[in-house]
């Protein structure tokens, strides 16, 4: 591309500005990960601008590269990576209903698929962890149980991207590789990530990822509608995060994890329209967000019938 001499300068100065903000140790060994980058993106895709400076020409260079790239690594034409934008006068919103959830991990699992994420790892977005009925210590939650479910004397509740409206990831992130749309949902650009994972340590839920080695999809497994801030395979050394399967619902269709759920105890919408299902939760039940008191203002909820 005709600008990658200046990316490069900006992403030097970037890097530059982290150097002196973190002081020599700690700037090490947030970089270790980027010292042993190894080539799964090109140098051009790595130094390109930061997503929200791309004109819509570059950003249609960008994605007819990446296009390219994955055709060829995946010896497949039908892929396509959509760049939908946040629809005007719209605030996604997600409300899941605990009283119904029976922890079967269905939603963990589309995600896992939806999002192209690493086969070896069985990555996913979702942690659906098992609770003590009558008790709420995210701490104590099993995400691991390997046993028939529902359980007795058990819930279940699942744990994703709160999509916050006060988010602590983006205020720590030092290159402002991800930030708060404004649809509400809390996106990062891969190709400006440096992989030092504070905004992970500034979650309080948990719900990022990192990419230690490069993701493996196998070619009869790949999704191959992509989006550029969401589900296209992500490069080794970036975190990644929950969009709300923005590539589905900035275009109308609701999340895969929605979808794969057998109770319907997922529920999403608009929050601006009362008439939507969110809404219609938010209005009808007694509902809750989790660790309310650390102020992020989630645009996750929770709730049970009783």
């Known amino acids: 591309?005709?600008?990658?001499?200046?990316?490069?300068?900006?992403?030097?100065?970037?890097?530059?500005?982290?150097?002196?903000?973190l002081g020599a140790g700690a700037f090490a060994r947030a970089l270790a990960p980027l010292t042993e980058w190894k080539?799964?993106?090109?140098?051009?895709?790595?130094?390109?601008?930061?997503?929200r400076e791309l004109s819509a020409a570059q950003v249609g260079e960008v994605i007819a590269q990446l296009e390219k790239e994955a055709r060829d690594k995946y010896q497949r034409d039908d892929i396509r990576i959509a760049d939908p934008r946040p629809i005007a006068g719209v605030e996604l919103g997600y409300a899941l209903n605990l009283s119904v959830c029976i922890?079967?991990?269905?939603?963990?699992?589309?995600?896992?698929?939806?999002?192209?994420?690493?086969?070896?790892?069985?990555?996913?977005?979702?942690?659906?962890?098992?609770?003590?009925?009558?008790?709420?210590?995210?701490?104590?939650?099993?995400?691991?149980?390997?046993?028939?479910?529902?359980?007795?004397g058990k819930y279940y509740l699942p744990v994703q991207c709160q999509q916050c409206d006060n988010p602590p990831c983006v205020k720590v992130c030092p290159v402002q590789a991800t930030w708060k749309e404004p649809d509400g949902i809390v996106v990062v650009d891969y190709n400006w990530c440096i992989g030092c994972r504070y905004c992970m340590a500034a979650c309080p839920y948990g719900a990022r990822r990192f990419n230690w080695e490069a993701p493996e999809v196998p070619r009869a497994e790949l999704n191959p509608e992509q989006g550029l801030l969401s589900n296209r395979v992500r490069p080794q050394g970036v975190v990644e995060k929950c969009t709300f399967c923005l590539h589905r619902t900035r275009q109308g269709r609701e999340p895969a994890c929605l979808e794969a759920c057998p109770t319907g105890a997922r529920v999403f919408g608009d929050l601006l329209d009362p008439e939507s299902p969110v809404r219609k939760v938010l209005a009808e039940k007694r509902v809750f967000v989790l660790k309310e008191e650390l102020g992020t203002r989630p645009r996750f909820f929770y709730f049970f019938d009783k």
């Not at 600008?3 to 002196?20: F, H, M, S």
């Not at 080539?39 to 997503?51: C, D, I, K, V, W």
């Not at 149980?145 to 529902?150: A, E, R």
């Open 39 to 51: 080539p799964t993106q090109s140098m051009g895709e790595f130094l390109r601008l930061n997503y």
């Open 1 to 21: 591309m005709d600008d990658a001499p200046e990316a490069a300068v900006k992403r030097r100065v970037a890097l530059k500005v982290i150097g002196g903000t």
């Open 103 to 152: 922890g079967c991990r269905r939603c963990a699992e589309a995600c896992h698929l939806e999002n192209n994420h690493d086969r070896r790892t069985n990555q996913s977005y979702i942690r659906v962890l098992e609770m003590e009925q009558g008790s709420f210590d995210l701490e104590k939650g099993d995400s691991t149980y390997d046993h028939p479910v529902p359980a007795p």
